[in-house]
């Protein structure tokens, strides 16, 4: 079965093709709008836009970061906080507040012709530190300053390898990859 | 002229209908998807949502909250912040941050069929206080915890007239008004 993989980033369809081996998974890249609310909202309009203009199995996800000093936000604002704040100035806000536990999430969705979308989330505890390493992925990366809890790494001093084992992309995969799995 | 003013809070439509009197202003209550983005893209959106549905001249609007603390967010997001952290919660992200300055703005947007939709802005400068006063406008304010520069009173202790005399929503309406006045 081909599953169209929607991402604009080479990195992220790698790793996904890479965990959904038994599939053929198509990179596709399409404009699709993010509507304001929570993570769940946001991921599952995303699908049924997706869905609207490829009428195809496809998979999208969201990244959010929920910061306990925020009260959960910024959440899946996570991109436009690291463009207005920076890794450091995001790092800062939550130091200033005397907080800095954070957990990181991917909430990947896939979704078919005629039925509604199936999420799956892979999600990693850590702390906020001051930015360490240089392994950004993306423009707006939040790697540097996010230390997963029992590493003594953040995710932007980690190698590839390293990054991969900790993915909490390839957890939402691994589920989603289960689901079609159990299916087939 | 009939134009459909979208809110769905009564003391925001009698604002309006005050301030535009020389046209018959109908209330509509009509669910809006936000997406995310500035505060322009989104009140535009919205407009073009609305005219899709009602196809008549239509007013919305949009309020913003940008902290200097937080590089001008959370900007069109205040909503998801006063739900989360609640007016206290964002006024102590601030101070602790070491900086209290904010901007608040009310933008509206005139649409009609078959044009693009013309924005007006009124804005206020002030900085974030601990909570004073109960006037609240709707479920999540932030009336209570910003203080206008030059004022002895947050916009939580003004009675309603001293807040319409520094409304940014009647400083956008106005603009609005003499937009629809000098065409007319």
């Given at each position: 079965m081909n599953i169209a993989y929607l991402t604009g980033n080479t990195q992220k369809f790698e790793e996904a093709e890479h965990i959904l081996s038994s599939w053929h998974l198509e990179r596709a890249a399409v404009d699709l709008e993010e509507i304001q609310g929570d993570a769940d909202a946001i991921v599952c309009h995303k699908a049924s836009e997706a869905l609207r203009l490829l009428d195809k199995p496809l998979i999208v996800e969201d990244v959010?970061?929920?910061?306990?000093?925020?009260?959960?936000?910024?959440?899946?604002?996570?991109?436009?906080?690291?463009?207005?704040?920076?890794?450091v100035g995001l790092y800062r806000v939550a130091h200033a507040c005397g907080d800095t536990k954070a957990q990181v999430s991917c909430l990947a969705?896939?979704?078919?012709?005629?039925?509604?979308?199936?999420?799956?989330e892979g999600k990693l505890e850590g702390t906020?530190?001051?930015?360490?390493?240089?392994?950004?992925?993306?423009?707006?990366?939040?790697?540097?300053?996010f230390?997963?809890?029992?590493?003594?790494k953040t995710m932007g001093e980690m190698t590839m390898a390293e990054h991969a084992a900790v993915s909490m992309r390839k957890m939402a995969l691994e589920k989603l990859k289960k689901y079609l799995e159990e299916r087939a």
């Open positions: 959010s970061m929920s910061c306990s000093a925020l009260g959960g936000l910024p959440g899946p604002y996570i991109k436009d906080f690291l463009r207005k704040l920076g890794d969705a896939y979704i078919e012709p005629g039925c509604e979308p199936k999420l799956f906020l530190v001051e930015p360490r390493g240089d392994m950004r992925h993306g423009t707006y990366s939040w790697n540097c300053i230390l997963p809890d029992g590493m003594d």
